[in-house]
């Protein structure tokens, strides 16, 4: 095994100017730094990185914890996180929770015996607190992705999750709905109770009925309550459109409509959160209130490190990235209307 002595000997230097370089500390010559840096390339010498690790106090590591992988939003966002990282010379390790508290907490105990810098993290929920104390105990940066918790001051990457929900609802209005479902994620998750709001002050904005008959919560995964779909389409005053608060719900909601034997959008409209990305260029159908996602990992990464390495502001940080209404074939006027 090549050694930093084997190094040293070799281009006439010390160890500690070999650690100098390698590290990227300390003030030494252009040409000492080159002629170090051509032996290490010569020898294929690869850094021990726990060695490294103790010189710099930092083990240039980083953890993402996401809820849903399977998320066309998460698997994207994941991507732009793990570029900026590659750019700042991190590595990224990645956890996805499954929007479980139980697993959440396992992923952040593997996260405090690993020694990561600092951590990406969208939260399950509320009860997601606790997991978060533990980080803050640790003195572990984290920035929050999209997902905020009561109780937790930190960095947060956000969407418009209220403009973007009300966008939403005003284009349906515009279509000439009315009677629009909500089916949302779960209550305990902040993006849930921001869309509700924007969805609630969308229909207020248009003087429409308020009906909390016409609001299902469930979680963000893959939706599959077909009786709690069954009630909403059973009301008197049937809802015309309906407002899923992610694409993965929205995605749900067509399978069991059509199972049903409802068409969207010539009997039903159906509009959502967030893109299906490729999916969506090859066959764009779903009209969505899109967000940048690879935006929120990338940007994400360059927050949290510069957090880590002492470049970011004393005071917490928030960015709210803008969704964009991208008009598409899942909606249209009303039956009665056409």
Known sequence: ???????????????????????????????????????????????????????????QMLSLLITDITNPFYTTLARGAEDAAHLRGYRLLFGNSDEDYKKEKDYVDAILSTRVDGVLFAPAGDRSLQHLKQLQERHIPFVFLDRTVPGITSDIIAGDSLEGAIELIRYLVQLGHRRIALVNGSSEVSTARLREEGYIAGLREAGADIDPELVLRTGYRDFSDEEGLDQLLSQPDQPTAIFAANNMLAIGVIRLLRKRGLRVPEDISVVCF??????????????????PAYDFGFQGVQMLI??????????????????????????TAPREQK
Do not use: C, W
């Open 274 to 291: 967030d893109d299906l990305d490729l999916a969506s260029a090859f066959d764009p159908f779903l009209t969505v209130a899109a967000q």
């Open 306 to 331: 510069d957090r880590i390495e002492g470049k970011a502001p004393s005071e917490a940080q928030t960015v709210i990235l803008p969704s964009e209404l991208r008009i598409r074939a899942s909606a």
């Open 1 to 59: 095994m090549i050694t930093i002595y084997d190094i040293a000997k070799k281009a006439s230097v010390s160890a500690m100017t070999v650690s100098k370089v390698i590290n990227h500390t300390g003030r030494i010559s252009s040409a000492t730094r080159e002629r170090v840096q051509q032996v290490i390339d010569e020898l294929g010498y690869i850094p021990n990185s726990n060695a490294r690790s103790l010189v710099l106090q930092r083990t």
